[in-house]
């Protein structure tokens, strides 16, 4: 016989307070529910369910963004994505390294082969470099994610789109505030206000990030801000002015380290060759950044038409010490020596406009898509030496003066027809993207550098919906895409020592089939098989004295599959589940580097940087109401770090986390607490890689156990 529970008079207040607190949490709870078919607009451009378009995409909620987050990373959220590989490098100098498909894994720094939007924005700039440093998660409502033929509608360097779209200002204004802290000194602060007034909404943020760093001489310190304005001219437009403004101050650069070092003390830094003692803190290693721009949107509604027209512009300020070897910058001048330091000022603009059209056309709807982009961007770039004398990590001598310009222009169209259980789409965007380098160090041996080189493509896209009945979807779709050399792969070649204008673009053809259904009223799956077959892959040529060359190398195939499961097993227990699979490999033999480095890379080989096998999960339970707690699994299979698969390749590793997220309601006001537990058994692997480092410093290592606490609070009139 089971003893019978007597409340005492403390557990009976406690209990009516803790009721009193969590009953506006809860009638929230019951009101909400599992968002199985989210609109999105990337893919279509149009406003479409996910759920009838014949890509693979993944919309991340602001909850899925933000709970039990600090809100830093957008490797955060998008490690639930299925396709998608985002590593925190732990290095705030070099940015995420973000894939989608094998797409964007050879990046050193920085995202490229994945196309960034924020706000319809964008986030890459005309040669497909981007920054997801730039996407302000504190004022996050939805990321999309595509994957797939669809990404070719986006034009050069589009492997995958990641598109950020920020809140709308309510009604109610609120002001909130937070803060988080957790291991390794590090802490967040931030502070938004939102609100209408006299027909003008705005959102309002700023934010500090500081951390010293996991590893040794990692440092960094973040200070972002955004702000947007919103108005209504009149009742079929918009108007949206938003701006976006992120600082990074002497971020330190731990850089890779090699196995050993790796396996001796992940936290250091490596401690180099007698060619380059102490590669890190001998040159004092470090990044610095100012990066503003602003943009305006304007959006008018003609009957079921709509009008987009937008424009932007930006400046970007970057200076880096590196850990070029003194003795390599003692040679003669040319760009294969243009000193260890990189200094530019970048200026850019763009301009999109689009019109979609909605009609009746042969017994069905008709969605037609009619647009343009624009992009451009100038640097003033230097180059100095990294010492002056025998002290290193200082500005010296100048030994790199040009002028970059990067101009792409992009005419698209693209069109939907549904009809009863089917629904085709068809698109077309020409690309055309102009590099021009005018060089103004022309000093010594150092001759005339200028040069300019022109790309043109025209990308295709076919897709098919059916419905096979009104619970499952299933669909198919193909595309060709392609992808130019970024500036940065430009600046050196492996045997001229000028400008590599000779890169070709890689062209790829996608395939893609796949199945969308709702199981139940809780529950939504997605498949998708994949095929990408590229020619003309760009792959690295030679690494020496810290710099990077690249070259065309043969066929490459990308075959793979990618699961997501969502579902609400009850009210108060939910899942998620994403599993990816991707066979990425060289098609044919070529070979790289020259003279005694001249090595053979055989068909077959894995192309480095990309994991064969991908999983995430995790399982919430709202323990009572407002009151949450998660448990979350991630794998990944290992990674190899070069062209070859010589070299010991990132072992895999499987982690658990855990999260907590509460929230209280109190009259006006709104408090919320979250504390997290990231690699619960303290695993020590490697979180990402260098591919192709000439120095064999591949492995950037990953925390060991780790926590993070925050807290918040919001008032709202």
């Known amino acids: 016989m089971q003893p019978r529970f007597t409340p005492t008079p403390l557990y009976a207040a406690l209990a009516a307070a803790l009721t009193a607190a969590y009953a506006p949490a809860y009638a929230a709870d019951k009101a909400s529910s599992l968002t199985l078919n989210p609109v999105v607009v990337t893919g279509s451009r149009a406003e479409a369910a996910s759920f009838d378009i014949p890509a693979a995409i993944d919309v991340l909620d602001r909850e899925q963004i933000t709970a039990g987050q600090p809100r830093v990373n957008a490797s955060e959220a998008l490690i639930a994505v299925p396709g998608v590989v985002a590593n925190n490098r732990q290095n705030y100098a070099q940015d995420l390294q973000i894939s989608t498909r094998g797409f964007g894994a050879r990046s050193a720094f920085g995202v490229r082969g994945v196309?960034?939007?924020?706000?319809?924005?964008?986030?890459?700039?005309?040669?497909?470099?981007?920054?997801?440093?730039t996407f302000n998660l504190d004022v996050a409502e939805r990321m999309e994610v595509l994957r797939g033929p669809?990404?070719?509608?986006?034009?050069?360097?589009s492997g995958g789109v990641i598109q950020l779209f920020t809140r709308e200002p309510e009604a109610r204004p609120s002001v909130e505030g937070g803060f988080a802290a957790g291991s390794y000194g590090t802490t967040k602060a931030d502070v938004t206000a939102q609100g209408k007034m006299e027909g003008l909404g705005y959102v309002l943020n700023a934010s500090r990030f500081s951390t010293d760093g996991y590893r040794d001489h990692s440092a960094a310190t973040r200070e972002q801000a955004f702000a947007k304005i919103t108005g209504k001219p009149d009742e079929d437009s918009k108007l949206t002015f938003t701006v976006n403004g992120l600082w990074q101050h002497n971020t330190q650069d731990p850089l890779g380290v090699t196995w050993a070092s790796f396996k001796n003390n992940p936290r250091a830094v490596d401690p180099g060759s007698a060619f380059n003692p102490y590669p890190a803190n001998g040159y004092n290693t470090r990044k610095s950044i100012d990066h503003l721009q602003g943009g305006v949107a304007y959006e008018r509604k003609f009957g079921s038409d709509l009008l987009q027209v937008s424009a932007y512009a930006g400046q970007r300020s970057v200076i880096q010490y590196q850990a070029i070897p003194r003795s390599t910058q003692l040679l003669p001048a040319n760009p294969q020596n243009s000193g260890g330091i990189i200094d530019f000022d970048r200026n850019f603009h763009g301009l999109g406009a689009r019109y979609i059209a909605v009609r009746e056309a042969a017994g069905g709807k008709l969605t037609t898509?009619?647009?343009?982009?624009?992009?451009?961007?100038?640097?003033?770039?230097?180059?100095?030496?990294n010492y002056i004398g025998t002290t290193l990590g200082v500005k010296g001598q100048l030994r790199r003066k040009e002028t970059d310009t990067v101009e792409s222009l992009d005419p698209y169209v693209q069109a939907e027809w549904a009809r009863g259980d089917w629904a085709l789409t068809a698109g077309l965007r020409h690309s055309q993207v102009k590099f021009k380098v005018s060089d103004q160090y022309i000093v010594g041996t150092n001759g005339d550098d200028s040069g300019s080189r022109n790309y043109n493509q025209t990308t295709p896209i076919l897709g098919v919906v059916y419905k096979l009945n009104p619970a499952v979807n299933l669909y198919a779709s193909a595309a060709k895409g392609f992808e130019t050399p970024?500036?940065?792969?430009?600046?050196?070649?492996?045997?001229?020592g000028s400008f590599n204008f000779g890169l070709a673009p890689a062209k790829s053809r996608h395939y893609e089939v796949g199945a969308k259904a709702f199981i139940?009223?809780?529950?939504?799956?997605?498949?998708?098989?994949?095929?990408?077959?590229?020619?003309?892959?760009?792959?690295?040529?030679?690494?020496?004295?810290?710099r990077t060359s690249y070259k065309n190398a043969g066929k490459t195939l990308r075959q793979g599959v990618e699961l997501s499961f969502d579902t609400a097993w009850r009210r108060d227990l939910?899942?998620?589940?994403a599993v990816s699979h991707?066979?990425?490999?060289?098609?044919?033999?070529?070979?790289?580097?020259?003279?005694?480095?001249?090595?053979?890379?055989?068909?077959?080989?894995?192309?480095?940087?990309?994991?064969?096998?991908?999983?995430?999960g995790d399982l919430a339970w709202k323990l009572m109401p407002g009151l949450t707690t998660a448990v979350e699994g991630i794998y990944r299979s290992k990674v190899y770090v070069e062209d070859g698969n010589t070299a010991t390749p990132a072992q895999s590793y499987a982690l658990a986390?855990?999260?907590?997220?509460?929230?209280?309601?109190?009259?006006?006001?709104?408090?919320?607490?979250?504390a997290r537990i990231d690699n619960l058994f303290d695993r020590q692997y490697v979180g990402s890689v260098v591919v192709g480092d000439t120095n064999s410093r591949y492995y950037e290592p990953a925390p060991g156990r780790n926590s993070m606490v925050g807290v918040n609070a919001r008032y709202t009139w």
Not at 120 to 132: E, L, T, V
Not at 150 to 157: L, V
């Open 657 to 674: 986390n855990l999260r907590v997220t509460a929230e209280q309601r109190v009259g006006p006001w709104r408090f919320s607490e979250f």
């Open 369 to 385: 898509t009619v647009g343009i982009d624009y992009d451009s961007s100038t640097d003033q770039r230097n180059g100095y030496e």
């Open 574 to 577: 939910t899942s998620r589940l």
């Open 486 to 496: 970024t500036l940065n792969e430009m600046f050196y070649s492996g045997s001229g």
């Open 150 to 157: 669809y990404s070719a509608i986006y034009g050069n360097h």
């Open 115 to 133: 196309k960034l939007i924020a706000d319809g924005i964008p986030a890459s700039m005309a040669d497909g470099q981007g920054q997801a440093a």
């Open 582 to 616: 991707l066979r990425a490999i060289y098609d044919e033999s070529f070979t790289t580097g020259t003279g005694a480095s001249l090595k053979t890379v055989d068909g077959g080989n894995a192309i480095p940087g990309v994991p064969r096998t991908t999983v995430f």
């Open 520 to 546: 139940g009223n809780s529950s939504r799956l997605n498949l998708a098989f994949f095929q990408i077959t590229t020619d003309d892959e760009l792959v690295v040529d030679s690494a020496t004295g810290g």
